[in-house]
């Protein structure tokens, strides 16, 4: 599994974001909080939560940002996996060995 598994879309209603500039923040600024996992380019504030835009297709629901990533436990698993086989493997090469007159 790679990066490529996790899909983007509103979890209420499967909108999926199409690359415009649909989230406007608090300063004004307006972009794609996609691109950025909705933190502001201008003030840098992270937002929490996205609201689907109506205007472009959507719902017009508000839910939590990070529900809009499918395919994120899959990929932490993995990503977990990888790391204790890395760890198991660094493990087994390293030998340990006392002097004679230690124990």
Known sequence: MTSDSVEIYCPCCHW????????????????NSF????VCPKCQYRW?????PAA????????PHVDWYHGLDDLVEELVEETQHAEAATHAHVAVSCAANES
Request: contains cysteine.
């Open 56 to 63: 472009a297709g959507g719902c017009g629901a508000v839910s």
């Open 35 to 38: 691109e950025t996992a909705a």
């Open 16 to 31: 999926e974001p199409d690359g415009r500039a649909h989230w406007q923040c608090t300063c004004g600024y307006v972009w």
């Open 48 to 52: 929490k939560i996205s609201q689907c």
